[in-house]
């Protein structure tokens, strides 16, 4: 029993579905129930009726397998809870919780009034993750084209079902740049293309291994969901008045963390932040399944500004949420080190390996798990990787034009994302190739004027090059890596400097599990995570 002012108590300690309670009188009991939120719900009815019956308030302290916590009930039936020794009210988190608990036989009447509206605070819609701007660089010249074009001609043949054990027919790759030509386009340059490929373009145009009807990512919704519609079922305009007994699907289920989690665990539904909302808004958008092979250009001709570590890390942000099948391809001539920085698989093979053996792989009697000898599973990121060997020298492992778009046909059939660690050689066949066939462009850099003067001289480039070109340098997602602890101010105004240049800019701030060794997403902390999915969000948006 307690004296003076201060309130009785009563202990409980927790473990499983099994609490070892002491009432405010000394006497031991034991409380069991289904699981462990059953039983804490049971200790706080417990406590409540004693709190009744006494017409005093009682403060349980619970310990055990969820830590310690204390709750204070009153006669009312009101809970309070402390936190980081001081106490929140009811009314103080009435703006973010629904507060409810089980009903009781002799609740008061007002008591279930003050929480029967779900009064739900209107968020508003997340902005675009980005949006286009006018580019600060040159604009394009039609004589200025800085690096050629390569050609691009491949076979029709239809999409594979991952799924199925045998794969019938080889998916095309047709690089991004041709599959956007449209229809109308000018006669000469597409009687370019074709003179150089031997091919018909507008045959290759259709061909495109991308889905153009594929729908923007929408922003989240401007209110949670709102009172339940006049009939339970949306009508179809097919079928007249006839209801549809489907309803829509939700969206991505937002996940209520930090103390705020532990009522949830109690059994008290808790309305997700705002910031929580923003957080399922990103993985939705990660999570997201395209008709075709994605393709991410990581790109920077200075070496040294985290393109590696941007390659690995954006491939198990996707990988993670979208259910694997992404491939991190190692694009480097001169000892690439994505192998180096990644798991080894059960084969130490190679490109090279592969590369004799992908017209094999395309035929109609492979098995998708054939193209297990020649990746390296992450067995936790869950992505693959297509290594270099950094044991040769460039000029023995050079990848021509036509080798490039061999094992890029290879990649569209096995995976549906390929994300290009590339190398410092702009002028490589195999650089030029994957600009080419990319949806997407993705340029690390430090937060050092060196690093972001080349990552800006490569857009500056890119615009001059070509038309598919100049999107992706238009549409670029631009990664500031803090290489520093203290660095944060610098690369704050790396950032600002291509804010409104490129579509997105993202900061990612100092992590020591990056700098050196294996790259394993479980390892970063919590706001090097949230900053990455952000990255991820807007790499999507360009998809």
């Given at each position: 029993m307690s004296t003076g002012s201060e309130p009785a108590r009563a202990y409980a300690h927790v473990t499983g579905g099994t609490a070892r309670f002491t009432t405010v009188d000394g006497a031991e009991e034991t409380l069991e129930a289904a699981d462990v939120d059953a039983v804490r719900r049971l200790l706080i009815d417990r406590v409540r009726a004693d709190a009744v019956a006494s017409g005093a308030p009682i403060e349980l302290v619970t310990s055990g397998d969820r830590g310690e916590h204390h709750l204070l009930l009153d006669p009312a039936g009101d809970i309070d809870v402390e936190v980081d020794d001081r106490t929140v009210t009811r009314a103080e988190l009435r703006q973010q919780a629904w507060w409810t608990t089980e009903p009781e036989a002799d609740a008061e009447p007002e008591v279930e009034a003050e929480v029967e509206p779900e009064v739900e605070p209107e968020f508003a819609a997340e902005p675009a993750l980005v949006a286009e701007v006018p580019s600060f660089f040159p604009p394009a010249r039609s004589d200025a084209a800085a690096i050629s074009e390569a050609p691009a001609a491949y076979d029709d043949g239809d999409d594979d079902d991952l799924d199925d054990d045998v794969v019938d027919?080889?998916?095309?790759?047709v690089p991004a740049r041709v599959a956007e030509i449209p229809a109308a386009?000018?006669?000469a340059p597409i009687e370019a293309d074709a003179a150089n490929s031997g091919t018909d373009p507008v045959d290759v145009a259709r061909a495109s291994f991308e889905s153009d009807e594929q729908p923007p990512i929408d922003a989240p919704p401007t209110t949670d969901a709102g009172p339940a519609a006049d009939t339970p079922f949306e009508a179809s305009a097919s079928q007249g008045s006839r209801p549809s007994f489907i309803e829509p699907a939700g969206e991505h289920p937002a996940t209520v963390s930090g103390w705020r989690s532990f009522f949830v665990r109690l059994g008290i539904p808790i309305r997700p932040s705002k910031a929580e909302l923003e957080r399922a808004e990103r993985e939705r958008a990660?999570?997201?399944?395209?008709?075709?092979?994605?393709?991410?250009?990581?790109?920077?001709?200075?070496?040294?500004?985290?393109k590696t570590m941007t390659t690995a890390v954006l491939s198990a942000v996707f990988a993670r949420h979208g259910g694997g099948n992404v491939l991190a391809w190692d694009n480097n001539d001169t000892r690439g080190t994505l192998g180096w920085r990644t798991e080894q698989g059960d084969y130490d093979t190679t490109i090279r390996d592969l590369l004799p053996e992908a017209a094999r792989l395309l035929e109609a009697t492979a098995s998708v798990s054939d193209i297990a000898r020649f990746v390296h599973h992450q067995s936790v990121d869950r992505y693959d990787v297509l290594r270099s060997n950094p044991e040769l020298l460039a000029a023995d492992q050079r990848i021509t034009t036509a080798d490039f778009d061999l094992l890029a046909q290879v990649a569209a059939r096995y995976y549906r994302m390929v994300i290009f660690d590339s190398g410092n050689d702009e002028s490589a066949d195999r650089w030029l190739r994957m600009i080419d066939s990319a949806h997407q462009l993705v340029v690390p850099t430090l937060a050092a004027p060196e690093s972001a003067e080349s990552a800006a001289l490569l857009l500056d480039a890119l615009r001059k090059r070509d038309e598919h070109s100049r999107r992706l340098a238009d549409g670029a997602v631009v990664v500031v890596g803090q290489s520093e602890r203290a660095g944060i101010s610098a690369a704050q105004r790396i950032a600002a400097g291509f804010e409104g240049h490129v579509r997105?800019?993202?900061?990612?701030?100092?992590?020591?599990?990056l700098k050196a060794g294996r790259i394993r997403y479980d390892a970063l902390q919590p706001r090097t995570k949230d900053a990455w999915m952000r990255a991820a969000a807007a790499v999507a948006q360009g998809l």
């Open positions: 027919t080889p998916a095309e790759w386009a000018p006669a990660v999570s997201r399944q395209w008709a075709g092979c994605r393709a991410i250009a990581v790109a920077n001709g200075k070496g040294g500004v985290g997105a800019v993202e900061i990612i701030p100092f992590d020591d599990s």
